[in-house]
């Protein structure tokens, strides 16, 4: 058993994807791709420095009866297809909002044979809640697998056009 | 060999998984930090991480002049979601279901 101060402050992702690098980059930024893997939602994006960023509930979100935005922030540096640094805050919750913004970075490197490297780093320091929840160790309690389970499934999406079964 | 087999390869090493597990308690840790829990040289943990590198389950990151060495759990995901779940999530949510029982009655 895990317990928060186990956490780090910095927490780093690693996954493999046999797709080419704007096709990641299309998939974290695009709304009709957001929806289909992870947690879903629409996501939208002005992708510039200090550009909008939110997150709204699609329709399979609302049929869990959420609605409107879930995660807001702000763009901090977009340079498609390689990296885009952006702020994150979780709405769902008014704990977890008033912990303020976290900062979430998107790196996309091309490999060979194909594969394209995506790495997730989320900072996480000042936010004690988000932390175990973005690491997954809620999953039993049906919130999720966190960033794990989130690129698991966005592997699956583009490898195979399917997300996870379940 | 495919991403499974480096990943199982990485993990059937008892001084690889207790590198893991030091990372698990506290992630972001230097070479020197993890090498001072180790009876072996520098040169032999490094090794070690190289591997645990190449199978993902490390990724390393430069942060001024320190690398710092995060666990990864993604490729241990990949492996659960893939194919433990197909087996085993019917048996394991019983048997979760049977300890929450077990405990709220105790």
Redesign the interface.
Known sequence: M?TAT???T???????IKATPQAIWDAITKPEWTDRYGYTGLAEYDLRPGGAFRMVAGPAMESHGFSGPMVDGEVLEADPPRKLVQTWRLLMDPELEAEGFTRLTYEIEEGEGGVTKL?V?HDVEGAPKLAPMVA?EAD?TGAG?G???I???L??LLETGKP?A? | MTDDDRVFKALADPTRRFLLDRLFERDGRTLTELESELQMTRFGVMKHLRLLEDAGLVVSRRSGREKLHYLNPVPIRLIHDRWIDKYTERQVSALADLKTELEETA
């Open positions: 895990t186990n956490i780090a910095t927490q780093v992702y690693r996954v493999w790495t780093i997954g039993e697998g960033w794990a389970w690129l698991s499934d592997k699956s996870l379940g």
